[in-house]
T-cell receptor, first 113, second 116 residues
Framework: AQSVAQPEDQVNVAEGNPLTVKCTYS??????LFWYVQYPNRGLQFLLK??????LVKGSYGFEAEFNKSQTSFHLKKPSALVSDSALYFC???????????FGKGTTLSVSS | GAVVSQHPSRVICKSGTSVKIECRSL??????MFWYRQFPKQSLMLMAT?????????EQGVEKDKFLINHASLTLSTLTVTSAHPEDSSFYIC????????????FGQGTRLTVV
């Protein structure tokens, strides 16, 4: 069965510092991996995805993520955090034969000024 | 990216009544749409997969007679919460994937349902 783990409920960083939001996954075969961001009472906004190719994926708003097959991880990163990055972040996975995305529990990112 | 519109964004209804939520893909055709439910500060739980022209596939524990899903066209899926109860109050989010084997799914803005 597919699963996603986001080990941190909350990540706190100061504005201007780098941030990392962790994600590990379990899936049979090659995964499709995604990061989404959610603001209060809003739907999900797509940030980036890994399908194949380069392990480092660049996405919206300066975010990037690195696919690590040996560690089954897909951590979200940003070199310099902004206060406006404060939100709820979801990692999601599906296998190539699957249909729906399976989501992690989410990580709340709080960026302080 | 592609746009998925979900309506209404907020709805308050009385216990025992039914509520219909619409999910539309505005600029693409979606053979498959998904319905998720999100409890406060929790993840999205897949409720069902909606396939155009056929019956929806429900996840274990989701009552199909309670949560009626209709996907009558390639751009519209509806979720009807029947005989709503306060415990049905939640945030419901749909997503749609473009027909033809697209990998990425796009999400609606969500519907906040409050049953009083």
């Amino acid at each position: 069965a597919q699963s996603v783990a986001q080990p941190e409920d909350q990540v706190n960083v100061a504005e201007g510092n780098p941030l990392t939001v962790k994600c590990t996954y379990s899936v049979s075969g090659n995964p499709y991996l995604f990061w989404y961001v959610q603001y209060p009472n809003r739907g999900l906004q797509f940030l980036l995805k890994y399908i194949t190719g380069d392990n480092l994926v660049k996405g919206s708003y300066g975010f990037e993520a690195e696919f690590n097959k040996s560690q089954t991880s897909f951590h979200l990163k940003k070199p310099s955090a902004l206060v406006s990055d404060s939100a709820l972040y979801f990692c999601a996975v599906r296998d190539q034969a699957g249909t729906a995305l399976i989501f992690g529990k989410g990580t709340t990112l709080s960026v302080s000024s | 990216g592609a746009v998925v519109s979900q309506h209404p964004s907020r709805v308050i209804c009385k216990s025992g009544t039914s509520v219909k939520i619409e999910c539309r893909s505005l600029d693409f055709q979606a053979t498959t749409m998904f319905w998720y439910r999100q409890f406060p500060k929790q993840s999205l739980m897949l409720m069902a997969t909606s396939n155009e022209g056929s019956k929806a596939t429900y996840e274990q524990g989701v009552e199909k007679d309670k949560f009626l899903i209709n996907h009558a066209s390639l751009t519209l899926s509806t979720l009807t919460v029947t005989s709503a109860h306060p415990e049905d109050s939640s945030f419901y989010i749909c997503s749609a994937r473009e027909s033809g084997g697209a990998i990425e799914a796009f999400f609606g803005q969500g519907t906040r349902l409050t049953v009083v």
